[in-house]
């Protein structure tokens, strides 16, 4: 048998264990904060069996994993608090002041905290980046397979057009859209 295969047979079943063990956890009802670190923590389960970093970045990029992801975000969406028994981190993020204005808005227009909304714009971001790449795969798989149909190969431009409108963007209720004053500067709303 080939070893390659017998390898990928091997990834593919560490990979739907640690999709079993995500959604036995998930069933219980844990808070948000335990989920995540029983499961994609630095001692969670997708960790212990996927030790090799290679392998860990490679499962990073599975369906199970973004199953995963989204089984965080629901569990976010709950909006029932945290159990209290991890401790808490601080980090310090120098900002404009600019940008901390307007996540202090965005914070108030929700009714959240400034803490709160940043972890799930961190949260946001990583599944987006995830998304991102995998769209990504599949158009590079999608091109090679056209190239060897013959297909016409999109135009450099076509290209760049595709790769901007799939990019992740975040929006906030506070963006206004800049317009023209006839003079070639924005203006941003009145």
Not at 20 to 41: I, M, N
Not at 109 to 138: D, F, P, R, Y
Not at 168 to 186: A, E, N, V, Y
Request: one cysteine or more; charged letters at 25%.
């Amino acid at each position: 048998m080939n070893d390659a295969l017998v390898q990928q047979d091997g990834f593919a079943s560490n990979c739907q264990k640690v999709l079993r063990f995500a959604k036995e956890l998930y069933q219980s009802k844990p808070d948000w904060v335990t989920f995540f670190r029983e499961t994609l923590g630095v001692s969670g389960a997708a960790r212990n069996v996927f030790s090799n970093q290679d392998d860990y970045v490679r499962f990073e990029k599975s369906p199970e994993y973004s199953e995963i992801q989204g089984m965080v975000v629901a569990l976010r969406n709950r909006k029932t608090p945290a159990n209290g028994t991890e401790p808490t981190r601080v980090i310090t993020v120098r900002l404009p002041e600019s940008l901390h204005e307007a996540l202090k808005a965005e914070a108030a227009s929700h009714k959240t905290s400034m803490n709160k909304l940043c972890i799930a714009k961190l949260l946001q971001a990583w599944v987006e980046a995830e998304e991102e790449e995998a769209a990504q795969s599949a158009a590079a798989g999608a091109r090679r397979s056209n190239a060897s149909l013959g297909a016409k190969t999109p135009s450099p431009v076509a290209a760049q057009a595709a790769e901007m409108t799939s990019q992740p963007q975040f929006r906030s209720p506070l963006d206004q859209p800049r317009t023209s004053d006839g003079m070639g500067r924005p203006s941003f709303g009145s």
